[in-house]
């Protein structure tokens, strides 16, 4: 259940544990630099359609792990699948990066539909209007 802050389980099956939210940028984003050994794997992020490349260069493929498979579950900005990626209709890391350009070429909305973004910290953004968007 969500509460104020993480709880601590009093044994192994403890269900009534409260748990927080935490912003991915400030705990996961700001490590990629540091290699903690949270991560493991790393690749160039790549983007199709002349899209903005990823603040970080780089980036961790996944976490670092040994259970159910070594290394396989995926960052936000590791996420992709077969079929688009083969068609190179969207890169590794595309969907959680760029998700206004993986919703646009993956389904059919009215215009006008925007790919440009206010705020997104993940990408390298050009200045408008006097400010550095992130």
């Known amino acids: 259940m969500y509460g104020a802050r993480a709880g601590r389980p009093r044994h192994g099956d403890d269900r009534q544990v409260s748990y927080d939210l935490l ?49 396989k579950a995926k960052p936000f900005w590791g996420w992709h699948d077969r079929r688009t990626r083969k068609k190179k209709i969207l890169a590794t890391g595309q969907w959680g990066l760029d998700p206004a350009y993986g919703v646009s070429r993956n389904l059919k909305l009215p215009d006008p539909f925007s790919l440009t973004y206010i705020y997104n910290p993940y990408l390298k953004l050009e200045e408008r209007r006097g400010r550095r968007l992130r």
């Open 23 to 71: 912003p991915i940028l400030g705990h996961w984003w700001r490590r990629i630099a540091e290699d903690t050994g949270t991560f493991a794997g790393r690749f160039p992020y790549e983007p199709y359609g002349k899209r903005s490349g990823a603040s970080r260069t780089a980036l961790p493929a996944a976490f670092n792990g040994q259970m159910f498979g070594k290394n």
